[in-house]
């Protein structure tokens, strides 16, 4: 049986790290890192999410302001209360929940947020500066397969790695952090011809296409390390559960280590995202810091 990659526990561990940089914070430069999320609409998934992300900051200790907005909310509204927590130096993330009513423009919104407080790591410029190899706010998801694929795979240079997916949320930006870890990566997607012999040749597969089972034991390579970022609602003997991309009792016998759904990658994108209002918080003291004194050549 394959080891398991134990999310929740993780989780807890980069909590912990948050938890020790917010005092850090805290006691350096008596700055409290803080998280403003934006709920528009009453998406009962949605209100889940954020009620997790909110507890955890407070667990954390770091400090988060809600905004709830009506699902009629115009994007003049939005854009402007946007761009108040642009300007509030006392906010250091902004997270406005997706998905948004079928009236605003995601794309316009996330290009609206401060790229220094875009601790979902959506904005092109941190987009851009990912892609080009460059410091950026990393996209939360990504971010925490990185760190579970490290757990499991201290050295992951020259790996093969088949991402299965290619949304701007989780699929190019994995591919992108893969990359950076030196590993040989293809993309496949639903135009993918072959894919099952694809991933058959992978020593890590990342399953992010949002279809409940589709990665199958005859995918995977006895040993590869699974990594199932697929959270899919569905009905099973009238009951409905929560299953990943992944038909995981049968992978689970062919894989080395699998990440379990749920309790697997979930965790870690709260985690990362905690993280990364933390780190943003660190960059913006840093901005502010005063210029040093020049020293002028005799």
Partial sequence: MAQLIDGKRLSNQVLQDVACEVERLRSEHNVVPTLAVVLVG??????VYVRNKVKRAKEAGMGSI????DAGTTQGELNRLIDRLNHDSQVHGIL?????PSHL???EVIAAINPAKDVDGFH?????????????????TPQGCMIMLH???PELRGKHAVVVGRSNIVGKPMAAL?????CTVTMAHSRTQEIESLCRNADIVIAAAGRPGLVGADWIKPGATVIDVGINAVEVEGTRKLVGDVAFDAVSRTAGAITPVPGGVGPMTIACLLLNTTRAARQQLASLA???PSVSCP
């Fill in 96 to 100: 406005v929940q997706l998905p948004l």
């Fill in 105 to 107: 423009d995601e794309d």
């Fill in 66 to 69: 809600l905004h709830r907005l």
């Fill in 178 to 182: 893969l990359l950076q870890a030196d």
């Fill in 42 to 47: 009453e998406d009962p998934a949605s209100q």
């Fill in 124 to 140: 092109p410029l941190n987009v851009g500066a990912l892609a080009a190899g460059q410091a950026s706010l990393v996209p939360c």
């Fill in 151 to 153: 757990r499991v795979m």
């Fill in 290 to 292: 005063p210029p040093r």
